[in-house]
C-alpha cells in the first residue's frame, strides 16, 4: 500500500463525466468489497500525469484510511473516446509502474543484478496481494521471475482478479494464508527464494501499518533468511500512521540483528520508507557503493521516461 495524493473525495464520491469528454478530477466507483478488517473501493480516477497528459488511474482504496491507496494502476485510454465512458471495462496499462516505492524497491533488486538474469529463473515471495501491482509489473517486464503471493484475505484475490487483471498461471500463484506460518513452513521445508517482497499492511481507522507487526519477531525473520538462497535479497515497504510506535529505525535495527545488513530508502512525496536487506557483506558492500546509487537513478529515470 502507499500514501497517495488524495483530491479530498470520498472514495465513494463519484462525479458524472461530461459525455465523450474527460476532465481531470472526475471519479468513478468502479465497484466496492468487504473483507474480513475494511470495505475496499475499487475507484477510476482521471489526472494529469507529469507530462500535463490526461490520465486515469484505478486505484484499490480502503473506506476505514480514505488516504491510502493499496494498489495503483493506469488505464489505457481507448480511441477513439466513446460517447459513452465506462472506465470498468478498460484496460489496465501494464507498461507503467504507477508506484513510486515498488519503483525503488525494484531498481534496488535490479542494480543488485536479481531481476536481471535473463538466463535464470528468479523464485520470487510476495507476502500481501493488494491489487498485485508488482505482480503485474513482473509478469509483463520480465520473462525469468515465478512468483509466489501470500495473502491472507481471499476477498483480496477476488478483487485482484476480477479489477485488476491478476492472473494464476505457470509463472505466478497464489497461497491464500497466513504469510507468518508460510514463512515457517518454508524455512522447514527448505524451500528457496531469491527474493522476498514484503508488503502486508494493516489498514484500519486507528491505525495504518506496513509491515504488520508479526514479521517483527526475530523468529519470522529468522525464517525469512533461511528460505533466501545464500545471494537472496528482501525487499520491504514501511509505513506506519497512527496508533503506533513502530519507527523505521525499530524496523532497520530488528531486521540488521538476523541479515547482513539494510539500507532504507525515501519514497519521494509520500509517506513510505523501502528497505533493502541482503545476506552477504559483499552485497552490502555494494548497495554504499557510488556505481549502486547511480545504476539504481537509472533504472528509476527509465520508469519515469516509460511512454
Excluded at 11 to 40: A, C, M
Excluded at 137 to 156: G, K, M, S
Excluded at 197 to 221: G, H, M, Q, R
Amino acid at each position: 500500500s502507499q500514501k497517495s495524493q488524495s483530491n479530498g473525495r470520498s472514495p465513494t464520491g463519484e462525479s458524472k463525466p461530461e459525455q465523450g469528454r474527460l476532465i481531470e478530477g472526475t471519479t468513478f466507483l468502479v465497484g466496492s468489497y468487504k473483507t474480513n478488517e475494511n470495505l475496499l473501493h475499487v475507484v477510476d480516477q482521471v489526472i494529469r500525469d507529469q507530462k500535463n497528459r490526461i490520465a486515469v488511474l484505478r486505484e484499490l482504496k480502503v473506506e476505514e484510511a480514505p488516504m491510502m491507496a493499496l494498489s495503483r494502476y493506469r488505464l489505457v485510454i481507448p480511441k477513439p473516446l466513446p460517447v459513452e465512458i465506462d472506465t470498468s471495462k478498460w484496460q489496465i496499462d501494464y507498461k507503467y509502474l504507477d508506484s513510486e516505492y515498488l519503483q525503488i524497491l525494484f531498481a534496488a533488486g535490479y542494480s543488485l543484478g536479481l531481476l536481471n538474469h535473463e538466463e535464470t529463473t528468479i523464485q520470487m515471495l510476495s507476502i500481501g496481494l493488494g491489487g498485485a501491482t508488482a505482480n503485474l509489473f513482473l509478469r509483463y517486464a520480465t520473462e525469468n521471475v515465478n512468483l509466489t503471493t501470500v495473502e491472507i484475505d481471499e476477498t483480496i484475490v477476488e478483487v485482484a482478479k476480477k479489477y485488476f487483471g491478476y492472473v494464476e498461471d505457470e509463472r505466478q500463484h497464489c497461497v491464500v494464508g497466513d504469510g507468518v506460518q508460510f514463512l515457517s513452513d518454508s524455512a522447514r521445508e527448505g524451500n528457496k527464494f531469491d527474493i522476498i517482497l514484503l508488503d502486508a499492511s494493516k489498514n484500519t481507522e486507528e491505525v495504518v501499518i506496513c509491515p504488520v507487526e508479526a514479521f517483527l519477531e526475530t523468529s519470522v525473520i529468522q525464517s525469512m533468511v533461511k528460505t533466501l538462497r545464500k545471494h537472496g535479497i528482501l525487499l520491504l515497504n514501511y509505513i506506519a500512521l497512527g496508533a503506533t510506535d513502530v519507527s523505521l529505525a525499530t524496523v532497520k535495527k530488528a531486521f540488521e540483528e538476523v541479515f547482513e545488513g539494510c539500507i532504507s530508502f525515501d519514497v519521494p512525496a509520500k509517506l513510505n520508507k523501502v528497505l533493502v536487506c541482503v545476506k552477504r557483506h559483499a552485497q552490502y558492500k555494494q548497495m554504499q557503493s557510488e556505481k549502486f546509487h547511480s545504476d539504481m537513478q537509472k533504472h528509476l529515470n527509465a520508469f519515469a521516461n516509460v511512454q
